[in-house]
């Protein structure tokens, strides 16, 4: 962060996928940008990352976000460690508290995304057989004893979507009566699903820490190589709400196609929006707001109207700030240099 300078045309809150993306479009297209992080994150949790090309299966969530947070860094943007705990103002004036700080910045980008509700335990470990993406992870589950949690709609759809990968797939109720319409049981009931309605009273995992079964308070014990807990998600929206943003009506914030909001010169992306979870759907997200925010702030062409029959002075080009010309000029002496290495 600059000390000289809290002023920015662009605060994004939130460094996941779709925060960064954001903000490596905006700085890369000229706008002096802000990232404000408290840390954490679903995508923090992840042990391994799938589904994103180009990035290897190995590499952990904190470790695709750290690459990303130097890589904007390096354009010239500037990142703050912290939670956002209150935004004021309006399109041109923002103004964003954050402890004993605050920044102001032309637009705001909410990338706040939303927390997965846990069940209770026993649980495994987060990506040690306890899956929050359908979409990342049935892949891993070919051939292999599978359960879905939950009592409602999602849960019962998902197990059955399960059943495209593999021929064992438990729904577990623990205890509870289940939520889902007349017709999706007609629909459940005829599928190959087992529904299994007592509590899990114990769980067994192996060395790696993988799970391995669970035991039920009737005494039986069942084989998993892992599964799904289907309990809905529970929205960052303070912010979202702070501002008067309309939300849908399962909780997201409302978006157009390029992330603007209800409120004039506020964006949101990622998971906090409605549509698929993913990373690269929320890359996509952040990318195209990017852009968008681009094409409201950027200095030129000036219209016919703003220039009123007088020429642009050359003087006001280019229009970039000066700490971001510095930053491309470091990157230019950088990089011709690791490439003769």
């Known amino acids: 962060m600059s000390e000289a300078d809290s002023d920015y045309q662009v605060a994004v809150v939130g460094g996941g996928p779709a925060g960064l993306t954001t903000a490596l479009y905006t700085t890369r297209l000229g706008h002096d940008t802000v990232l404000i992080d408290r840390g954490g994150g679903r995508a923090a949790m992840m042990q391994d990352t799938h589904n994103v090309i180009g990035i290897t299966e190995e590499t952990s969530g904190n470790e695709l ?16 460690r912290g939670m956002v705990s209150d935004i004021d103002g309006s399109a041109g004036s923002f103004e964003l508290a954050v402890g004993e700080e605050s920044y102001t910045a032309d637009r705001v980008v909410l990338a706040t995304g939303f ?45 059955m ?55 039920f308070e009737d005494g039986t014990t069942r084989a998993y190589r892992g599964g799904f807990p289907m309990y809905g998600s529970d929205y960052n929206a303070d912010l979202a709400d702070a501002l008067g943003l309309e939300r849908t009506d399962d909780g997201n914030v409302a978006v157009d196609d390029h992330g603007r909001t209800s409120a004039e010169g506020v964006f949101a992306v990622g998971d906090l929006t409605p549509g698929h979870n993913q990373i690269p759907v929320a890359m ?21 109207d703003e220039l009123d029959g007088e020429d642009v002075d050359p003087a006001s080009t280019p229009a970039i700030s000066d700490d971001l010309r510095e930053a491309a000029r470091r990157r230019d002496e950088v990089e011709p240099a690791a490439a003769d290495d």
């Open 65 to 80: 976000l750290q690459t990303a947070k130097a890589q904007i860094e390096s354009y010239g943007a500037d990142t703050v």
């Open 115 to 159: 927390a997965d509700e846990r069940p209770e335990p026993p649980l495994p470990r987060t990506g040690r057989g306890l899956h929050y993406c359908l979409h990342c992870d049935a892949y891993m589950f070919v051939d292999e004893p599978v359960y879905v949690m939950g009592t409602g709609e999602s849960a019962a759809h998902v197990a």
């Open 161 to 215: 979507i399960m059943l495209n990968f593999t021929d064992e797939v438990d729904l577990l109720l623990r205890g509870e009566e289940p939520e889902w319409s007349e017709e999706t049981d007609r629909q459940l009931r005829a599928h190959p699903v087992d529904v299994i309605e007592t509590e899990i009273s114990g769980m067994n995992t192996g060395e790696d820490g993988w799970l391995e079964s669970f035991e």
């Open 284 to 304: 996509g997200e952040g990318a195209k707001a990017g852009i968008a925010l681009h094409y409201e702030l950027r200095a030129f062409p000036k219209s016919l």
